[in-house]
């Protein structure tokens, strides 16, 4: 091979691999489109009746409060033994001083029946319990309905468990004293505390998106793109 064909053959080869690796764009070529449902939002179908079956069990748990309190402001009078079962554990829980006996727990009690906080507590519970429950039963079914029951429950509920707690609360302030005063007091807040949690479970499902897309497939939003 001779000097002059030694220098031509690297052209040759160096002028191959610049163009086994040229790329080129297709003016032409059109650009890419993002997919119409991209960002829509997805309705969820598990939120809502899992927030039914919780609501349906919190109902139940009202409604034994609710029996519990029309019961009491049902019954004229206590019996004895009724009353030894209910201070047996707080005065044995005082130094001896601020026992509470029959008759004042029998005072107080009337003062409450009186005063109509068992009466506003239990049948006001019973009907938040009545709309919990329907309200998740249309929420397991994935109605929107449902939802709106069940926060006008939740709502009822924490409106007359606070105010019925309330006035037993002052019916005690008044005819007791001891543990049994700390014991009504936290029995309202905790009254409060449950309730709210209550109304915040129900309204979960109008507050979340997905889960409103579910109850309200009516109000879907969907995504054009600026050809169309």
Request: aromatic letters at 4%; a negative charge; hydrophobic letters at 45%.
């Amino acid at each position: 091979m001779s000097e002059s064909d030694s220098e031509i053959m690297p052209k040759k080869q160096d002028e191959g691999v610049e163009l086994g690796f040229s790329m080129r764009m297709d003016e032409r070529q059109s650009e890419a489109e993002l997919p119409p449902d991209l960002f829509a939002v997805r309705p969820d179908t598990k939120g809502p009746r899992t927030v039914g079956v919780l609501l349906i069990l919190g109902a139940l748990v009202l409604l034994g409060q609710a029996y519990g309190d029309v019961g009491l402001h049902n019954a004229a009078d206590l019996s004895n033994e009724e009353v030894g079962l209910i201070l047996e554990v707080p005065n044995s829980q005082g130094d001896g001083s601020s026992e509470v006996t029959t008759e004042e727990y029998q005072t107080f009690h009337d003062a409450a029946r009186d005063s109509g906080g068992y009466a506003l507590r239990g049948y006001g519970l019973v009907l938040a319990s009545l709309l919990l429950i329907s309200g998740g039963v249309l929420l397991i079914f994935l109605n929107g309905l449902g939802a709106k029951l069940a926060v006008g429950g939740a709502a009822l509920g924490l409106v007359s468990g606070t105010a019925g707690s309330l006035m037993v609360k002052g019916a005690a302030d008044a005819h007791l004293e001891g543990v049994l005063l700390l014991t009504y007091e936290i029995t309202t807040y905790l009254c409060g505390v449950c309730m709210i949690m209550c109304l915040g479970i129900a309204a979960l499902p109008m507050i979340n998106a997905r889960a409103r897309l579910a109850l309200y497939p009516e109000n879907k939003v969907t995504l054009r793109t600026e050809s169309e």
